[in-house]
């Protein structure tokens, strides 16, 4: 082999190399691009917004805490999720119970004690007519899965889907006889994908070998990339459509 073939198989070598690692930084770049806080556009927080606001005749109702068994997502993160919810539709007067302690009754306390000023110490709190509680449950960890591959003189080309579901219940309770008056149940799926390419540097040289050719280093590339939608942007979607359910009903 003469030096010429050398080189020339050396630059094959170094542009097959200087491939994959563009493809792979490019990759990387676009996952460490910049992503700018933006406000929820979710289909269904914006359903929330576009119901008719109730200025003055709204029902006081009022929120504990949520049950939550899903991991990863607490119940007082659940229970602010559906109070936010509540707030943006504008159909309820939400008054604050599960931290009155932390923020109106310590506030009302300084006032009291002359430490702050104000006049609020003595006001009543606003009674609610409603409590709504709610669960968040796990209805099915994998609803649906599936997966494929195919094979292409050794390169590895695939890719999967998996489906999973949670429910949201709420029992409407009216405080003044403990009655359980109405309950809802919301479905929401949490969808993920995956997809990846392997064995590239063996297509690679099976393809040289069919030409009768051959490189001392054949480089390769594994490209892996999975995509999942988040369980609190499920969770908060799921809630939200509990809220605007709840104020269609309240409006009969």
Do not use: W
């Not at 805490?65 to 509540?86: H, I, N, Q, V, Y």
């Not at 392997?198 to 490209?223: C, E, F, I, K």
């Not at 509990?242 to 309240?250: H, K, S, W």
């Amino acid at each position: 082999m003469d030096l010429r073939t050398v080189f020339r198989r050396m630059r094959l070598g170094l542009g097959l190399v200087s491939g994959a690692v563009f493809v792979a930084a490019s990759g990387l770049a676009a996952e460490l691009a910049y992503d700018p806080p933006q406000a929820d556009t979710a289909r269904t927080t914006q359903a929330l917004k576009a119901l008719p606001r109730k200025p003055s005749d709204r029902v006081a109702v009022s929120v504990y805490e949520f049950r939550c068994a899903l991991p990863g997502l607490s119940a007082a993160a659940a229970t602010d999720m559906f109070k936010t919810a509540l707030v943006q539709s504008g159909q309820f007067r939400v008054v604050e119970r599960s931290r009155l302690n932390e923020g109106v009754v310590r506030e009302k306390q300084l006032q009291q004690g002359g430490f702050a000023s104000g006049s609020a110490a003595p006001a009543q709190l606003r009674g609610a007519q409603y409590l709504f509680e709610g669960a968040v449950s796990e209805a099915n960890a994998t609803e649906h899965q599936r997966s494929a591959t195919i094979g292409i003189g050794g390169m590895q080309i695939g890719g999967g889907s998996n489906r999973d579901a949670i429910a949201i219940d709420v029992r409407v309770v009216e405080v003044a006889t403990g009655d359980i008056i109405d309950a809802i149940t919301v479905r929401k799926s949490v969808r993920s994908q995956s997809s990846g390419v392997a064995g590239v540097g063996t297509m690679v040289g099976a393809l040289l070998a069919h030409q009768g050719r051959s490189l001392a280093v054949v480089p390769d590339l594994n490209v892996q990339e999975q995509q999942r939608e988040g369980l609190d942007s499920a969770v908060r979607e799921a809630l939200n459509q509990a809220v605007i359910e709840l104020a269609q009903r309240f409006a009969q």
